[in-house]
């Protein structure tokens, strides 16, 4: 426990004013709210805030090397050709060449018919098939990636005002307290 400055009589911890003499010992209720209220709800930002409101999410695009200009290329011819052969059409063109070669297949008897099968159509025909497969979904995880995005962007903003209402929630009960203070 501390004492009066003026009268030396014992004080609460809490006490703003001597109960002997009346003189002030601590700061008011309404400064000591103030200071705890402002030292609870001080905002402090993730530096990640800031990072992420200046960029927008990557795209694919933007993720190819860049530098060596033959390595550029090659990522560039990779990409089309992928994108090329990754298409339904082709899948039915690859089918129509490899029903081609079937019947002499099938004439070869089942020594030729199981490599035609895992030879030609499976890695003719069905990668392409996969490549659309994996095209499919890449877009569907892009979409899911910058929905996530956006929802968490929501909900930061959502934070925000809140933080808002609380800090002019905040002023009014200081306010309110100074106010309590001065009446007693």
Request: net charge positive; with cysteine.
């Amino acid at each position: 426990m501390s004492s009066c400055h003026k009268c030396s009589a014992e004080l609460s911890e809490t006490a703003a004013y001597c109960s002997a003499c009346g003189a002030r010992v601590g700061p008011s209720v309404a400064e000591s709210l103030e200071k705890r209220v402002g030292a609870i709800f001080t905002h402090i930002p993730h530096p990640h805030i800031a990072r992420r409101k200046q960029q927008t999410p990557a795209k694919v695009a933007d993720m190819h090397p860049r530098g060596n200009p033959i390595t550029r290329f090659n990522a560039y011819l990779a990409v089309k050709i992928t994108d090329g052969v990754g298409t339904m059409w082709c899948a039915y063109a690859f089918a129509a060449l490899a029903c081609m070669s079937l019947p002499a297949a099938i004439n070869g008897g089942i020594a030729t018919l199981v490599p035609w099968i895992a030879q030609t159509f499976i890695q003719l025909v069905l990668l392409s098939i996969i490549i659309v497969g994996q095209k499919v979904a890449g877009e569907a995880s892009d979409k899911r990636a910058l929905d996530t995005y956006n929802d968490a962007e929501a909900v930061l903003h959502e934070a925000l005002q809140i933080q808002q209402h609380l800090a002019a929630q905040d002023e009014l009960l200081t306010k309110l307290a100074a106010a309590n203070s001065r009446q007693t």
